[in-house]
């Protein structure tokens, strides 16, 4: 925090952080410190993160590709240390000072964005979206 605000960063003003692709390399206590810090942001801030979900809330097809490619990350020299079922991730953020969590899974992004494919491509269940909102603004609407 320090350095973003040297760098001009405003903490009385809501902001929007983008939180993709890395949450996986990181531990829980890495993840929960780091979203403490951004509840601490003012009001109506917003985060949308993704993350990897338990390789055995997978089917048996995800899982083998769960495997593949968590090794070779952790080949490449990052293992991946880090996943949540939605709902457990909901309440950390929520006891970190979010509300309005939501998440948005491959169920949803195939419904939204997929519907009318025909060419068989489908939305990889291995990670989710998760978005939520600093504090008061989320409770006054």
């Not at 390789?55 to 990350?73: A, K, P, Y």
């Amino acid at each position: 925090m320090e350095g973003l605000c040297a760098a001009g960063f405003r903490v009385d003003h809501p902001a929007f952080v983008s939180w993709l692709g890395t949450t996986q390399y990181l531990t829980t206590d890495a993840i929960s410190k780091t979203l403490k810090e951004i509840a601490s942001l003012a009001p109506g801030s917003e985060v949308v993160l993704t993350y990897h979900v338990p390789e055995e809330s997978l089917e048996e097809g995800d899982r083998q590709v769960r495997h593949v490619l968590s090794t070779r990350s952790a080949q490449g020299g990052d293992p991946w240390v880090s996943s949540f079922e939605p709902v457990t991730l909901a309440t950390r953020l929520e006891t970190s000072g979010f509300a309005d969590a939501m998440d948005f899974g491959p169920e949803q992004a195939m419904t939204r964005y997929f519907a009318d494919r025909t060419d068989d491509l489908v939305v990889p269940r291995l990670s989710r979206l998760m978005k939520a909102r600093v504090g008061c603004l989320a409770e006054s609407r």
